[in-house]
């Protein structure tokens, strides 16, 4: 199903006139530098714009050049702030003692969320390019529990998600994965409802029920 602009509601994702609601985790998948570009760097001048609070772990090839790229689409606003603009290599974001694990990634993002709201308790928009997966990390066999959890973790909250894969480097088993963990995706320049995803609850029982507690 595809959902048009009126259907989704109020928060503007910054690329082709799409809004949404809070507390939504999609996955965006692209094919080009090009396409990766317009949901991207739109998604976070817009961020910047309505002054939220960002978390993002770009590809590490574009980590020095981000707010640049930022700054360009919203030259009439400030340079990205350090202190709303939270910018993360991948392996401190994903993989800070050499592995990963689903409960330390929420754990981090609860301490984000918890910082935030004992501060001015900004929206927070977050973004990853999820390249570094593809690296033999222990535990990155685990990814898809984190982005099951991931749902139950921003649902509820003032936080929106965008996570990035390349079908061009991914499996097609693997974006097959990818859709049953993120209940929207953004593909070929337009949003969907994924009729691929399994609610955490079930997903998890099936697939990874040591993860099960977490929810």
């Not at 985790?25 to 080009?32: I, P, V």
């Not at 772990?57 to 360009?72: I, L, M």
């Not at 499996?171 to 049953?180: E, F, H, Y």
Request: proline residues 6%.
């Amino acid at each position: 199903m595809h959902l048009t602009t009126s259907e989704l509601s109020s928060l503007d994702l910054g690329f082709g006139g799409y809004t949404c609601n809070w507390g939504t985790h999609f996955c965006g998948l692209y094919e080009s530098k090009a396409e990766r570009d317009e949901i991207m760097f739109g998604y976070l001048a817009r961020g910047v714009v309505d002054q939220e609070l960002i978390v993002c772990c770009p590809d590490e090839q574009e980590y020095d050049t981000v707010t640049y790229s930022v700054h360009v689409l919203c030259p009439q606003s400030p340079r990205p702030d350090p202190e709303s603009f939270k910018l993360f290599r991948s392996h401190e974001l994903y993989h800070p003692q050499g592995y990963f694990s689903p409960g330390d990634m929420l754990k981090a993002h609860d301490d984000i969320w918890d910082e935030n709201v004992q501060s001015d308790s900004k929206n927070v928009r977050g973004t990853a390019e999820m390249g570094w997966a593809l690296e033999k990390i222990p535990g990155v066999e685990h990814l898809m529990a984190y982005e099951s959890l991931l749902n139950t973790f921003i649902w509820g909250k003032r936080w929106i998600s965008i996570c990035l894969y390349d079908v061009n480097r991914f499996s097609g088993a693997i974006i097959m994965k990818v859709l049953q963990v993120h209940p929207f995706v953004i593909t070929g320049g337009g949003i969907y409802e994924n009729p691929y995803f399994i609610h955490p609850e079930k997903w998890l029982a099936r697939y990874a029920p040591e993860f099960l507690n977490d929810l």
